[in-house]
C-alpha cells in the first residue's frame, strides 16, 4: 500500500503487489484476457464520465484554481463535484495502468503456449485487442536516450489514446501536458499507429538530462489519416 499527494489530493494505492499468477493453458489465458479487456472497457467509460464533469464545469481540467482572486471557493464551478471527479480520475488512471499491465502479461504468455506463426494466435490477439480509436495526436522530435524514446515513441508515430484522454474528451494539448504531468515516474498506455499498424506502449515520463520529462514534441492532427 502506497499513499502519495497528487494535485494536492491523497490517493493510497491498496492493490496487492503480490505477483500473480497467470493460467497454464491456452483457452484459460483467452478467457483471462477478454475478462481483463471488458475490466479495462468499464473503467474507460468510468474516467470518461468523470472527464466530462471537469469539462462541464468551466473546463476545470485536472489543475484549474478551485478559488478566486480572493482566495474564495469559486461561484462559477461546482468545487465538491470537480475534486471528486479529479480524485476519481486519479484513482481510475491507476486501475488502468493496472489492467493494461496485467493485459500485456498474459499475452506475452499467450504467445509463449501459442506461438505468433499459429493463425489461432493471431486470431486471438485481434479478438481480445480494443478496436483503435481515431489518431489526433503526432510525434516529432523524439530526442536518442530520452524517456520517450526509451520507452518506445518514434517520429511520425500518431497517438490514438494516451492515459484516458483520446479524440473525444480531448481539447487542447493542456490536456495532454495534463496526463503526462500525472504520469511522471509512472507507465501509462499508449495507443498509437506506427506505419499503419496498431501498436501499444507503455510510455514513462521522467526527470533526465533534457527538458521537460518525454523529450519529444506532439502537434494536434488537424486531418483524417
Known amino acids: 500500500m502506497t499513499t502519495e499527494i497528487i494535485n494536492g489530493i491523497e490517493v493510497t494505492d491498496f492493490r496487492q503487489t503480490k505477483p500473480e499468477v497467470m493460467p497454464s493453458t491456452v483457452q484459460e489465458l483467452k478467457d483471462f484476457i477478454t475478462r481483463l ?5 468499464t473503467i474507460q467509460v468510468d474516467i470518461d464520465e468523470h472527464s466530462a464533469v471537469l469539462r462541464r464545469e468551466n473546463n476545470v481540467g485536472m489543475d484549474g484554481p478551485l478559488v478566486d482572486k480572493d482566495q474564495y471557493p ?3 464551478i461546482d468545487v465538491v463535484a470537480v475534486r471528486t471527479a479529479r ?3 486519479i484513482r481510475l488512471t491507476n486501475d488502468m495502468r493496472g489492467v493494461m499491465g496485467r493485459i500485456e502479461r498474459a499475452l506475452y504468455k499467450l504467445h509463449e503456449l501459442a506461438p505468433p506463426n499459429q493463425s489461432e ?7 481480445v485487442l480494443p478496436p483503435t480509436r481515431p489518431p489526433f495526436l503526432r510525434v516529432h522530435g523524439v530526442i536518442p536516450n530520452s ?4 520507452s518506445g515513441l518514434r517520429d511520425e508515430d ?4 494516451i492515459g484516458s484522454l483520446h479524440r473525444d474528451n480531448f481539447t487542447n494539448l493542456g490536456d495532454v501536458a495534463e496526463v503526462v ?5 509512472k507507465a501509462v498506455p499508449v495507443k498509437l499507429i506506427r506505419g499503419g499498424t496498431p501498436k501499444t506502449i507503455a510510455l ?3 526527470p533526465w538530462q533534457g527538458r521537460g520529462v518525454l523529450g519529444c514534441n506532439v502537434a494536434e492532427l488537424t486531418v483524417e489519416i
Open 37 to 41: 479487456s471488458e475490466e479495462r472497457d
Open 74 to 76: 469559486r461561484s462559477d
Open 87 to 89: 480524485q476519481q480520475v
Open 121 to 127: 494466435s493471431t486470431e486471438t490477439r485481434e479478438r
Open 147 to 150: 524517456p520517450a524514446h526509451s
Open 158 to 161: 500518431t497517438i490514438c489514446q
Open 181 to 185: 504531468k500525472l504520469s511522471v515516474n
Open 204 to 206: 514513462k515520463p521522467r
